[in-house]
């Protein structure tokens, strides 16, 4: 990973700022305070976020600014990546904003966890490192602030393992051999609880062998039952045959009964008919003859001609009561205008002046229009008068008419009655005929009735010894049907006892194998137990000691041999102990590393986290970040001359990209780029 640019909006110091990083070495330069710290602070945020403790939000964020963001560039495998971070101001308190990432063009939005996700993939650092709040790989990597170079050489001993552990990524065995003891606890309880649910197996042992003999007493009974029972079976079978024939037999009598009594009703019902039809034969004779006398000396007679007749009177007046109607609405036509001539008559006489042209109106005139309208009226009386002759000489025509319809529609009456007496008495005669044929019918059936009854007479047979053996029967069978119900009692009593006795015990031997597994986990428990506690914890402690002590060798010598550089005091050199701790011997003795100089206990410290950066990128392989090393006032308090051998130390590293942070206008000599910041109001920028 080499870094490329970032930009700068809103953070801390910085308003709006970009600054670029060439490969090789580049001296961050500036006074105390101008801001070289915020960009490093600004690199780690754009990486992996804001983050609890070590790097929070209102740490990054201007001072009256609502928003800020960071925009980093830096080349990994041939890839060009860049990473924006926002940051938004709310009412409680300063959040990350939803950010992207572009790997060779391509962007993609996220979350601040996706980005982080997707950095840590990219960087090969380890994914549990998703959910942790610092970086400890990147740290002691890549970056350390300058408040923490010297933390880890005072912190108390068990706590820079623990750090070291994380760092090199071997805390696994101590997490292994802790949650092995968390794991042996657990697995105490779990024996201690086994034994308790099972400490009656024994007695369910017992009481299973209790039940199974009560089902095999249960079977043998049940067993005694069932000849019983199927004798009882055989004897209802051969008594219901029996039973079954004499049924049938008394059967056959009774549909024999049964139609008998059919043709009994059936002769009564003929018998009844022929009586009946006997009554309307006499009924139709009289009347017949009572029909015929009424029509002695008379005959049918066609009455079309008279219907005929009726029918063109029947026009004739119409079409004189039409005549009439003309006349009349003529005469009506006569009266309007005879009405309207009046009119005239009384409107001439009343006006003297014409209301079109108005002119005087001259008697003579007036004469004039008076005679005329007269003689109109004349006129119309004389028509009226001989209308209304015409229409009396009309109705004379009409009532003659009127007589000659009433006689002609008295005589079709009388002719009517005439033929429906005809057509009644054929129809009576018709009926009669009918009757008799009908009675002839009815005496053939009463013969054919009396026929079968005589016949099924002589089937029916009076058999009292054939009662008397179907009721005996019928109680045997009853009898052998209440003991064979007794016996079904028993056997269902028997079987409901041995099924609830099976399903207990069912029940039983589910708990007993549910014990015996919790007694075979038992046993399976305390052999886990027993191999944890005596052999597995003491060889994950093994493993950590001979992980440790290959890392140790290879840190302690370059701890040595940089610390050893960085000195200009022969007399004074350190090593590490076994538990990765400073030993500083000066003059032949052992001093604490509190005693020393501020040069020499940053000479320390920097030769420290030098060794740690180099022991960690040879452990872990897949790190992407191996190509460069940012150091944060690495030099406070050495003299020129260590000044000069910093410049030594860091060619030893051959890393491709170096960060450095400070004021020390030395360091211009010996790196490759400068990159200067000045702080103006408040406000950083690069020079």
């Not at 994914?127 to 912190?155: A, D, F, G, H, W």
């Not at 209790?210 to 004798?231: A, G, H, R, S, T």
Request: charge should be neutral.
């Amino acid at each position: 990973m080499l870094l490329k640019s970032v930009k700068l909006e809103n953070i801390r110091s910085y308003l709006n700022q970009s600054i670029s990083f060439p490969n090789g070495s580049v001296l961050l330069s500036g006074d105390v305070g101008s801001g070289k710290s915020s960009i490093l602070l600004a690199i780690e945020f754009a990486l992996f976020g804001v983050r609890r403790k070590h790097l929070s939000g209102s740490s990054l964020l201007r001072h009256g600014k609502n928003t800020g963001s960071v925009e980093l560039s830096f080349d990994i495998d041939g890839k060009e990546v860049i990473i924006k971070r926002i940051l938004k101001r709310s009412k409680k308190d300063i959040q990350q904003e939803a950010g992207y990432v572009v790997i060779d063009g391509i962007k993609k939005e996220a979350t601040a966890v996706e980005l982080k996700t997707e950095i840590l993939k990219l960087l090969g650092y380890p994914k549990e490192l998703i959910t942790k709040t610092k970086n400890l790989v990147y740290r002691y990597t890549v970056y350390t602030p300058q408040e923490e170079m010297k933390q880890i050489l005072t912190e108390e001993q068990d706590e820079r393992l623990d750090t070291l552990r994380k760092v090199f990524g071997i805390d696994r065995y101590k997490k292994i051999r802790e949650n092995s003891t968390i794991f042996i606890r657990d697995l105490k309880d779990k024996i201690k609880q086994g034994k308790i649910r099972i400490e009656n197996l024994e007695e369910k042992k017992r009481l299973e062998q209790e039940k199974k003999k009560l089902i095999e007493e249960l079977n043998l009974k049940i067993k005694e039952i069932n000849p019983k029972l199927d004798d009882k079976s055989v004897k209802i079978k051969e008594i219901n045959e029996k039973l079954k024939q004499i049924e049938e037999k008394i059967k056959e009598q009774s549909n024999i009964k049964k139609e008998l009594e059919i043709y009994d009703v059936e002769l009564r019902n003929k018998l009844e008919q022929h009586e009946q039809n006997k009554k309307r034969e006499e009924e139709l004779t009289n009347q017949i003859d009572l029909l015929k006398r009424e029509l002695v000396g008379k005959t049918e007679t066609n009455n079309e001609k008279i219907r005929n007749d009726i029918n063109e009177t029947e026009k004739k007046i119409e079409q004189e009561n039409k005549k009439i109607l003309e006349i009349k609405n003529k005469i009506n036509e006569i009266e309007i205008r005879k009405k309207n001539s009046s009119e005239i008559k009384q409107k001439i006489l009343s006006i003297n002046q014409c209301p079109t042209c108005e002119q005087e109106v001259s008697k003579e005139h007036k004469e004039s229009v008076l005679e005329r309208e007269n003689e109109n009226i004349q006129k119309g009386d004389r028509r009226i008068k001989e209308l209304s002759e015409e229409i009396i000489k009309i109705e004379r025509g009409l009532q003659i008419f009127n007589q000659e319809l009433n006689n002609n529609k008295k005589k079709e009456q009388e002719f009517s009655i005439i033929k429906f007496k005809f057509d009644n008495l054929k129809e009576k005669e018709n009926s009669l005929k009918n009757i008799l044929m009908m009675q002839d019918k009815i005496k053939e059936e009463i013969g054919r009735i009396n026929i079968k009854k005589l016949e099924l007479s002589k089937k029916i047979i009076e058999d009292k010894e054939m009662e008397e053996e179907n009721k005996k029967l019928r109680q045997e069978n009853d009898l052998l049907m209440q003991e064979q119900k007794k016996l079904e009692l028993d056997k269902r009593g028997f079987e409901r006892e041995k099924e609830v006795i099976n399903q207990d015990l069912i029940l039983l031997e589910k708990e007993i194998q549910e014990k015996l597994a919790i007694k075979k986990k038992i046993n399976y428990l305390s052999e886990l137990q027993n191999w944890l506690e005596k052999f597995f914890i003491k060889l994950m402690g093994t493993i950590e000691k001979q992980v440790m002590l290959n890392i140790y060798h290879e840190f302690n010598e370059l701890f040595e041999n940089w610390f050893g550089m960085l000195m200009e005091n022969e007399n004074i050199n350190a090593r590490l102990d076994d538990n990765f701790t400073p030993i500083i011997q000066q003059n032949g003795y052992e001093t604490d590393i509190e005693h020393l100089s501020g040069g020499e206990r940053t000479a320390a410290a920097l030769a420290y986290r030098l060794a740690l950066n180099k022991v960690i990128n040879d452990l872990m392989k897949g790190i992407k970040t191996k190509d460069m090393i940012i150091l944060d006032e690495p030099t406070d308090g050495f003299s020129s001359e260590q000044l000069d051998k910093v410049r030594d130390v860091l060619e030893q590293i051959g890393v491709n990209q170096t960060i450095i942070v400070s004021h020390e206008s030395k360091i211009e000599s010996f790196v490759d780029n400068v990159i200067r910041i000045n702080k103006n109001e408040h406000i950083s920028e690069i020079i």
